[in-house]
C-alpha cells in the first residue's frame, strides 16, 4: 500500500479487508505489548473490562500487566487516524492489531477476521505435521498483500510514459496504477 509515515491513509473497503499500518513504532511492538511467543502472527487489543492489552497466536492467548499504557498512548491515536476500534473507546473491541513479526508489518483487522486467519494459520500447521507454533510460511492473505508507495509510483510513470507523456494527467494515472496493482494482487491470489 504506501511507505511508512505516508500522509494517505488506507482505509478499508469490506469487512474482510485488511488495513496497512504505516507508523514503524506500531509495527515493531509486540514485545512492548507483552507477547513472547513464537508465532509470526499475532493479534492485540484493549479488553476495557478488565483494563488490559489481550494477545493472542494460532496456538494461544494472554496479556501483559501494564501494556495497557503503551498500547493507549501508542496504538489508540494511531487507531483513531485510521477509524478502527481497538478497545480504546471504553467498549469492547471491534478490531485488533495484527503484527507480522517476520516481516515487521502490522495490519487494522476486524476482529473476527483476524481470528479467523490465525485459526487458519492453526490449520496449515496441523496439515502440513509441523511441530514448530512459528507459522513462518504462512501465507499471507491476499487482502493483507501491499501495495507500496514506490510499485504505485513506478507503474503510474509507467503508465504516463506509455500515454506520451501527457500534462495535467497525474493523478489519473496514479489511480489508473494503484486500481491496476490491486487487480494483479487480488487475480494472483
Known amino acids: 500500500m504506501m511507505e511508512p509515515w505516508s500522509t494517505q491513509t488506507t482505509q478499508p473497503q469490506s469487512a474482510s479487508e485488511f488495513v496497512t499500518v504505516m507508523e514503524k513504532a506500531v509495527r515493531c511492538m509486540d514485545e512492548m505489548l507483552g507477547y513472547r511467543g513464537p508465532d509470526r502472527f499475532v493479534l492485540f487489543y484493549y479488553e476495557p473490562r478488565g483494563e488490559e492489552v489481550l494477545w493472542r497466536d494460532s496456538a494461544s492467548y494472554g496479556f501483559a500487566t501494564g501494556a495497557w499504557s503503551t498500547f ?4 489508540g491515536p494511531v487507531a483513531e487516524h485510521y477509524n478502527v476500534d481497538v478497545g480504546c473507546n471504553g467498549i469492547p473491541a471491534r478490531d485488533v492489531l495484527l503484527i507480522d513479526r517476520r516481516d515487521r508489518r ?20 496441523t496439515r502440513g505435521g509441523s511441530s514448530t507454533q512459528s507459522n513462518s510460511n504462512s501465507t499471507v492473505p491476499r487482502a493483507m498483500v501491499e501495495i507500496t508507495h ?5 507503474l503510474a510513470h509507467a ?6 507523456r501527457p500534462q495535467g494527467q497525474e493523478m489519473q494515472d ?16
Open 150 to 154: 514506490d510499485a504505485i509510483t513506478q
Open 106 to 125: 502490522a495490519y487494522f483487522a476486524e476482529r473476527h477476521e483476524a481470528i479467523q486467519f490465525l485459526a487458519a494459520i492453526a490449520g496449515e500447521q
Open 174 to 189: 496514479w489511480l489508473e496504477a494503484e486500481a491496476e496493482l490491486k487487480t494483479s494482487t487480488t487475480t494472483r491470489a
Open 159 to 164: 503508465i504516463w510514459e506509455r500515454k506520451g
Open 72 to 75: 493507549l498512548s501508542e496504538v
